[in-house]
């Protein structure tokens, strides 16, 4: 008896596990077969295929989810990246433990439309990239497992088949005019989902605290996915802590209509979210119903969000100046399809920079953003992808309506959400014969009280279209001092001029361009061309590096020394503007752009603090040291092996670091103690002129913050040889770690003088067992680039075999080595 009980138990504990696990999504990464082109119909992804078959399509290929269409093509220099249809394929054993229960596929994000099918059955169908939504393949799967192909053919497998397309379509958002690549493929996660008979769709939960932060309120309500018409059931509901500790508990019966109120409580005293101390209680919920139970949670925060007008942004009634930086999906090797660690690791990164701010650029994005900025004490701007181009037509208006209602229902728990975006740039034209501000103005009308209404206690925005600026409840002119427009010096007092035209201000997208590696000894030498003092907003044919008026973005080096004296500047002036609600760069990552291909990687934006692999640039350091607490100290020129300049000419040394003093040595000689203060520009006083060396000088810092000392040091050549234009290249292998070599080419003049200013277009290539590491969008991984400081390098994977590369530079004797 006493085995049979214990049997008996065992069963049990083992179903109620399984339908624990079972209600969660079950992510679909592996198993997947991919082809980049379209087929004559559903029937050639699922008909029976066998070795040899000369009648199958022989272009399939295994790959793994999340997967983009344009993890290569978006950044190859030679080639238009792909738009157009791609198909995948995979087969499942599906098996529902739930009596009646529904069985779903839910897309975190595919793009830009896409179509599914349970073998032959078309089953649902999405427009738009960046939303989530679900197909419910319950009834087509059942009536495919009563078909004898079923058994025969696929074993007792469910095949699907998902179609995505990102053809250029101008009824469509974002234009294909966008700074930024309209990816296709199933680049977000794709999860299968077993739910019961009765089970929760949406949970609607507001948390909402007065400014003292003595108050809180939470409102509760729920949609439910009934397809089965229950009446009701029972609930039961727990709001806990970030303690763990059980803040309220309710049990209750429930007859099912929309949008149910499940709670509607006071929380005296709440712990208030913030980006010091994101603290996040917990909503769990337990639907109970005659066929089954359905769990799950929310997480929540108390937070209370202030722009206050003609003023500065507060959060829970105190100041708390916005310190932002930008997102787009975008990886080298991947473009969008990141997976959850790489986004976890790129989150981090950013708030060890010292970010408490960031907007989502320019489209809704994963949920797994959004919830590490809830864990990490992130605030959001999100915004849907209604993007240069123009307004389209009665489709193109449905579509950001429905982006935009999703984005709200599918994001509205968060905390770190602070201001819903309806679009950017909509003052630029081109998608269309007719350009008409009065209908922009009407539609952008439209969005701010759908915003309003489906959410009236978040914000709304948008970023440079000042014709709209009036309609909504913050607004980003277009600033780009020391770059597009003006010089850097110029910011403070055309953002002061920007903030007394409108209600709400917060500048989103400062920056600029840096090819990384390369520095230079003069870096703000283009700035004497310049016109100052007048507006400093970007406007037609300014990212273009050819014509027009003079401007950094064309007539600048693009150096990383540049970039961090800018950078510096910004950062130095924001902390003498009480004011300003606060800014954020653009943007923290370099990402692809089909719009730029002259760019020294080409087809690459690269404004980013970091580059496409997450390496981080010098400018990475500059913010740290602003924004950050951790003690901190970086001698600036980590990736600069080789200085200039003439034989005891003293050269400046600037240390970034937040430590409150710091002391240099030259080749181990003391140059002295200095004092950080951020208003002594550049690097807030940290800067020591050095008479270096010829040939090898190695330079250390020690800082000190209260009772921590950290540390930098760097070693560099140091080159008094003047040279003339480059005449040949030489060509190394300089590491090999495993299967894995790297090459660096080097330019000379006549007299074998490397030319540390060359900038010459360099095209790697490669013959023989390897594979060139390109089509990455980073300084070292694009076969074509523009060299920094007359060198560029580049990875093989040698494939265990013999391989030659070459390099080919216009009007230089061509060079191999062989490896």
Same mark, same amino acid.
């Given at each position: 008896m006493f085995k049979k009980i214990k049997y008996l138990f065992l069963i049990s504990f083992l179903f109620i596990s399984y339908l624990s696990l079972a209600q969660q999504s079950i992510r679909l990464n592996n198993n997947w077969e991919f082809i980049k082109q379209d087929l004559g119909g559903i029937w050639e992804s699922v008909r029976p295929v066998g070795l040899g078959n000369p009648e199958s399509v022989p272009l399939w290929q295994n790959v793994t989810l999340p997967h983009s269409v344009n993890a290569e093509d978006a950044v190859d220099p030679d080639v238009n990246y792909y738009q157009g249809p791609a198909w995948y394929r995979t087969q499942l054993a599906v098996e529902n433990p739930y009596q009646k229960g529904r069985t779903i596929l839910h897309f975190e994000g595919a793009g830009q439309k896409t179509e599914v099918y349970i073998y032959t059955t078309k089953v649902g169908a999405h427009v738009g990239g960046y939303d989530e939504w679900t197909v419910d393949i319950t009834d087509a799967v059942e009536a495919f497992k009563k078909s004898d192909v079923y058994k025969k053919q696929f074993k007792g497998k469910v095949p699907i088949s998902v179609r995505t397309d990102n053809s250029r379509d101008l009824e469509m958002i974002p234009s294909n005019l966008s700074d930024f690549n309209v990816y296709g493929g199933i680049y977000r996660y794709l999860n299968l989902v077993y739910l019961p008979a009765l089970s929760i769709d949406k949970m609607f939960a507001k948390a909402e605290v007065d400014s003292l932060g003595k108050l809180g309120k939470l409102n509760v309500k729920a949609r439910f996915y009934n397809p089965n018409h229950y009446g009701g059931g029972s609930y039961r509901l727990k709001l806990i802590d970030p303690s763990g500790k059980i803040v309220n508990e309710t049990y209750k019966k429930f007859e099912i209509s929309e949008d149910l109120q499940l709670l509607n409580i006071e929380v005296k005293k709440p712990i208030l979210w913030s980006p010091d101390k994101p603290a996040l209680y917990t909503v769990q919920y337990e639907i109970i119903s005659s066929e089954s139970n359905y769990k799950g949670e929310e997480k929540i925060g108390f937070r209370n969000i202030n722009f206050v007008e003609k003023g500065p942004f507060k959060l829970n009634g105190k100041r708390l100046l916005l310190r932002g930086t930008h997102r787009h999906e975008d990886q080298a090797g991947l473009a969008a399809a990141m997976t959850e660690d790489l986004i976890r690791k790129e989150m981090v990164m950013m708030k060890e920079m010292g970010v408490n701010f960031i907007r989502l650029g320019h489209y809704q994005q994963s949920r797994i953003v959004l919830n590490l900025c809830d864990s990490l004490g992130i605030l959001v701007w999100e915004e849907i992808p209604w993007c240069r181009g123009g307004l389209g037509g009665d489709i193109y208006k449905q579509q950001a309506r429905t982006m935009l209602k999703n984005m709200i229902e599918q994001h509205y728990n968060h905390p770190s959400i602070m201001i819903w975006g309806l679009g950017n740039e909509n003052d630029w034209p081109g998608d269309f014969p007719e350009f008409d501000k009065e209908k922009i103005r009407t539609f952008m009308k439209e969005l701010n009280d759908l915003s309003h209404k489906m959410d009236a206690s978040r914000y709304t925005a948008i970023r440079r279209c000042d014709f709209c600026s009036d309609i909504v409840d913050v607004y980003s002119p277009s600033i780009w001092a020391g770059w597009y427009r003006g010089v850097y010096t110029d910011y403070k007092q055309v953002s002061e001029d920007e903030f007394k035209k409108v209600k709400r201000f917060l500048h989103v997208e400062w920056g600029g361009d840096s090819h990384a590696m390369r520095h230079s000894e003069n870096p703000d030498k283009a700035l004497s061309k310049i016109k100052t003092g007048g507006s400093a907003d970007?406007?037609?044919? *300014?990212?273009?590096?050819?014509?027009?008026?003079?401007?950094?973005?064309?007539?600048?080096?693009?150096?990383?020394?540049?970039?961090? @004296?800018?950078? &510096?500047?910004?950062?130095?002036?924001?902390?003498?503007?009480?004011?300003?609600?606060?800014?954020?760069?653009?943007?923290?990552?370099?990402?692809?752009? #089909?719009?730029? #291909?002259? @760019?020294?990687?080409?087809?690459?934006?690269?404004? $980013?603090?970091?580059?496409? &692999?997450?390496?981080?640039?010098?400018?990475?350091?500059?913010?740290?040291?602003?924004?950050? &607490?951790? #003690?901190?100290i970086h001698i600036y020129g980590h990736t600069w092996p080789v200085r200039w300049g003439d034989e005891g000419e003293e050269k400046m040394v600037k240390v970034y670091a937040n430590c409150t003093e710091a002391e240099m040595f030259l080749n181990g000689k003391s140059f002295g103690i200095k004092k950080r203060n951020s208003q002594d520009y550049p690097a807030a006083g940290l800067r020591w002129s050095l008479p270096f060396a010829k040939g090898e000088n190695i330079v250390k810092v020690i800082g000190k913050k $209260?009772?921590?000392?950290?540390? *930098?040091?760097?070693?560099? @050549?140091?080159?008094?040889?003047?040279?003339?234009? #480059?005449?040949?290249?030489?060509?190394?292998? +300089?590491?090999?770690?495993? &299967?894995?070599?790297?090459?660096?080419?080097?330019?000379? *003049?006549?007299?074998?003088?490397?030319?540390?200013?060359? +900038?010459?277009?360099?095209?790697? $290539? %490669?013959?023989?067992?390897?594979? %060139?590491? *390109?089509?990455?969008?980073?300084?070292? $991984?694009?076969?074509?680039?523009?060299?920094?400081?007359?060198?560029? +390098?580049i990875s093989i994977k040698l494939n265990k075999g013999k391989s030659v590369v070459s390099v080919k530079s216009e009007g230089l004797p061509t060079v191999f080595t062989e490896l």
């Open positions: 970007e406007r037609a044919g *300014d990212a273009s590096l050819y014509g027009g008026a003079a401007r950094i973005s064309k007539d600048g080096d693009w150096s990383e020394s540049y970039i961090t @004296n800018l950078i &510096d500047w910004h950062l130095k002036e924001q902390e003498t503007m009480p004011w300003l609600s606060g800014t954020a760069y653009w943007p923290f990552k370099d990402f692809s752009t #089909p719009v730029r #291909p002259d @760019n020294p990687v080409p087809y690459m934006n690269q404004k $980013g603090v970091v580059e496409r &692999d997450l390496t981080k640039k010098e400018s990475y350091y500059v913010f740290q040291s602003y924004w950050t &607490d951790k #003690p901190m $209260g009772k921590e000392t950290v540390t *930098d040091e760097i070693k560099f @050549n140091y080159q008094t040889e003047k040279w003339e234009k #480059p005449t040949k290249m030489e060509l190394k292998k +300089i590491s090999q770690q495993g &299967d894995e070599a790297t090459v660096e080419v080097k330019l000379y *003049d006549n007299k074998g003088v490397q030319c540390l200013d060359a +900038i010459n277009w360099i095209n790697f $290539g %490669l013959t023989g067992d390897g594979k %060139l590491l *390109d089509n990455l969008g980073t300084s070292s $991984g694009s076969r074509k680039v523009q060299a920094y400081n007359g060198r560029a +390098i």
